[in-house]
């Protein structure tokens, strides 16, 4: 599956990848060096943990370089009374007579536990491109599905503009 990042993901994943390449790089290979020149390699704890970490660091930037050649660049602009990236969305759950305040990314940055729910969740899905006082229907699985109504939008989150309904 392709990831779909916006063009702010892009340009954090391109920063760590250049931090990687040109900081972490060097150090990794520092310490392998550093280690290696304790002597015996095969008893060599240091050495093993200091190539430990130079791979990772190596297979990070591989996994980084190939989100970005295989991902879908999106927009993350909306109207300003619809749900857009990077909004914080007051939603009212009915069935729990629950207010909760959700911000809306895309999957890499989301994260339930933190209020970050990613566009390709069901609820993430439901709401995207929806209205103020709008009542959406998230449809989980085939047996399960419940209602929300988006409350408050607050656009400040997506490059500065207007706040809506707070």
Not at 15 to 40: P, S, T
Not at 119 to 124: H, R, V
């Amino acid at each position: 599956m392709r990831e779909q990042l916006t063009k702010s993901d892009v340009k954090k994943i391109e920063a760590e990848i250049e931090h990687r390449k040109l900081v972490v790089r060097k150090e990794a290979i520092e310490a392998v060096k550093e280690a290696r020149a304790q002597g015996d390699l095969s008893e060599n704890f240091e050495y093993y943990a200091a190539k430990r970490e130079k791979n990772q660091n190596e297979s990070r930037i591989r996994y980084l370089e190939r989100m970005l050649r295989t991902a879908q660049v999106i927009s993350d602009g909306s109207a300003s009374d619809e749900v857009g990236l990077n909004n914080l969305v007051e939603l009212y759950f009915e069935e729990e007579d629950e207010t909760e305040q959700v911000k809306l990314v895309t999957s890499i940055r989301g994260n339930s536990l933190d209020g970050r729910i990613s566009i390709e969740s069901p609820l993430g899905k439901a709401i995207l491109g929806r209205k103020l006082g709008e009542r959406v229907h998230v449809q989980v699985n085939d047996g399960y599905g419940y209602e929300v109504e988006i409350r408050a939008i607050d656009k400040s989150g997506d490059d500065g503009d207007a706040i809506r309904g707070f």
